[in-house]
């Protein structure tokens, strides 16, 4: 079944694609948008996103990981033993 949603602009990638395929800036969690604003001074209110959003999210989880490893004490990252 073919998607006949008007064709919207993706903030970030600047490609044309049905509504459908996009997300709107109210629903991007604050994180993520953080993310974006500092890679992409242009991201704001009424902006939407494609899957690109699948990228910053990866940025994201990267960033927790480092900060995550960069305060751990030596010895207590494998848990309980």
Same mark, same amino acid.
């Given at each position: 079944?073919?998607?006949?949603?008007?064709?919207?602009?993706?903030? $970030?990638?600047?490609?044309?694609?049905?509504?459908? %395929?996009?997300?709107?800036? %109210? $629903?991007?969690?604050?994180?993520?948008?953080?993310?974006?604003?500092?890679?992409?001074?242009?991201?704001?209110?009424?902006?939407?996103?494609?899957?690109?959003? /699948? /990228? $910053? /999210?990866?940025?994201?989880?990267? %960033?927790?990981?480092?900060?995550?490893?960069? $305060?751990?004490? %030596?010895?207590?990252?494998?848990?309980?033993?």
């Amino acid at each position: 079944m073919k998607d006949h949603s008007p064709l919207l602009t993706c903030s $970030v990638c600047g490609r044309s694609l049905p509504a459908s %395929e996009l997300v709107p800036f %109210e $629903v991007v969690r604050s994180p993520i948008s953080e993310i974006l604003r500092r890679n992409r001074p242009g991201w704001a209110e009424g902006d939407l996103i494609c899957l690109e959003i /699948q /990228q $910053v /999210q990866m940025e994201l989880m990267e %960033e927790i990981a480092s900060h995550r490893r960069s $305060v751990e004490p %030596e010895g207590l990252e494998g848990g309980p033993e």
